[in-house]
């Protein structure tokens, strides 16, 4: 009986039905079968109002659209090239830098693409890339930058394991420390790779009054990272702070002082945001009921005996971890993998000795890849549509990056004090 | 109808616009009020709260509306015109009984509460607050029997 339920959900989330509606399909069937009143449904989503971290979600979510509906990006992607444009393979790095940076502030994956990448893209090509490695590039950078503070998937993380309550208690600001030399990892191959295959690449020589003239002209942004990364590491900013602090900043360099978004446009922005921010909250609270039924019914034990039944140690468990998420990546996007996944794999995860804050890094760098791996990686469709070339051309452009980026995912994953060395030190 | 859709749309963005400029407002205060004065405004952190289930909720809605909600798009993509149409009716019926549901069971939840008379901050009941939730999920309920009745999802979600 059981079986056959599982079997039809997972037969009509693959249809294509809304998630959030499966999830609390099988959390209601779950409290129903257990005898108890269904208004408990409720008493799980009204737990979104009792969370002071989510105030981040939607107010990230926003300074993210502002920023990327202004000409951010163009800025961003000049003031790169001035300073790292005189290197081989330099404008590639540019495209890596921006991208990562812009991804870890406006989080959901595919805005970097089409935001950046339409200037990126012409750029590379101008310069004589090749277009496969320029089309990799844009690509694979679309979700670099995933592990970067203040990402919201890293902050999602953060709160789905607060909310288990198992294992060590685990703070955000942890998890924004692991992510550092990971992340950090990821860029500097992905940079090697760039300026290996590009050894005979003409460069531009560095100039300074371009630089200067860069610098000038984002003047009010170059602070922005500053303030937030500084008052989120340092501890003087809780997340949700950092996050108001983020958007008033934005609101108000972008739309009284660049003047780049006009006050009659802000309406439209902040109901293209607050649909992703719904979407998302929407999946998180029929999650939070369907992880509390699953963990009232002992599911994470169950399968945990299962496993160790087959698997005894850590590192064959870890890289069955590591094939499955990447899996799972390209099926599910990060909000709903996340919300689905951890609840069940953490405790899992604990049993054989791994720490959460690694299992998060883990997790999200799997995903990262999952964004780009045939056939139904999701940003090589943004990038197929976007740039107008045959997803085919895409799988074969992102393949280098793809097995360089998995070798990273590897390091990862056997090398904990990788993840775990900074957290450590606080 | 184009007319009444469009009044409901100026509702649902002013509603967005100034729940998150409430937010904004009301989460820049208490940074400032913390830094400089060392203090915050009591009732502050959990209004935040149930502003953010709000905003939530009014994005679910709308998210709704558009067919813009989050899903697993993997088998629709080699299916015939004829049959994504049909699994897209299916998979609307599907989350208008699931949402039909939710709005029932919060719906009594939420007269359970107002039965005990709880509050939230000072005089404001908590009902108030929980409210949202049969409201949201009976709008999702009502947007998703159009859907079904539409039929196709919309391209590019």
Known sequence: ?426 | MRRLLNSVRYIENGLLVLILIAMIGLAGSQIMLRNLFDSGIGWGDPILRVLVLWIGMLGAMIATQQDKHIRIDLLSRYLSPTWRDRAARLNNLFATVVCSLLAWHSGRFVYFEWQDGNTLVNNIPIWVAEFVLPFGFAVMALHFALLMLQGKHEEGT
Request: with cysteine.
């Open chain 1, 1 to 426: 009986m059981t079986i056959v339920i599982v079997l039809l959900l997972l037969a009509i989330a693959l249809l294509g039905a809304p998630l959030f509606a499966v999830i609390a399909a099988s959390a209601m069937i779950g409290f129903y079968r257990e005898e108890l009143d269904l208004s408990i449904m409720a008493i799980e989503f009204y737990r979104l109002a009792e969370m002071p971290i989510l105030l981040a979600i939607p107010l990230f979510t926003f300074a993210g659209y502002l920023l990327s509906e202004s000409r951010a990006p163009t800025r961003l992607v000049r003031i790169t090239q001035a300073l790292l444009g005189w290197m081989h393979g330099g404008l590639a790095i540019v495209a890596l830098a921006a991208c990562a940076l812009f991804t870890a502030f406006t989080g959901a994956s595919g805005v970097t693409i089409i935001a950046l990448g339409a200037l990126l893209y012409p750029a590379l090509m101008k310069a004589g890339y090749k277009e496969n490695f320029s089309l990799g590039l844009i690509t694979t950078s679309g979700s670099l930058g995933l592990l970067f503070a203040p990402s919201l998937p890293l902050i999602l993380y953060g709160i789905i394991v607060q909310q288990l309550g198992i294992g060590l208690p685990l703070s955000i600001d942890e998890l924004f420390l692991a992510g550092i030399l990971p992340g950090l990892l990821m860029l500097i191959v992905l940079s090697g790779w760039s300026i290996w295959s590009n050894r005979v690449q003409h460069t531009q020589a560095f100039d300074w009054g371009e630089t200067k003239a860069a610098l000038r002209e984002a003047a009010w942004e170059i602070p922005l990272p500053f303030i937030v990364l500084g008052g989120i590491y340092s501890g003087y900013f809780a997340v949700s702070e950092a996050a108001a602090v983020t958007v008033i900043y934005v609101l108000i360099v972008e739309v009284f002082i660049y003047r780049e978004i006009p006050l009659v446009q802000l309406p439209r922005v902040i109901r293209e945001s607050m649909v992703l921010v719904g979407a998302i909250l929407v999946i998180l609270g029929a999650s939070l009921a369907s992880t509390n039924y699953v963990i009232d019914a002992q599911i994470p034990t169950q399968l945990f005996d299962f496993i160790s039944a087959h698997i005894s140690d850590k590192y064959t468990f870890l890289i069955l971890l590591n094939i499955f998420l990447l899996f799972l990546g390209t099926m599910l996007d990060i909000f709903s993998a996340l919300v689905l996944m951890v609840p069940l794999l953490l405790p899992v995860a604990i049993g054989y000795g791994i720490d959460p804050v690694h299992l998060g890094i883990i997790f999200l760098a799997n995903m990262q890849i999952g964004y780009f791996t045939p056939p139904v990686g999701m940003n090589l469709f943004i990038a197929s549509f976007r740039f107008n070339r045959p997803v085919s051309q895409l799988y074969r452009s992102t393949l280098p990056f793809f097995f360089l980026l998995f070798f990273c995912v590897l390091i990862i994953t056997y090398w904990p004090s990788l993840s775990l060395w900074l957290p450590g030190r606080m």
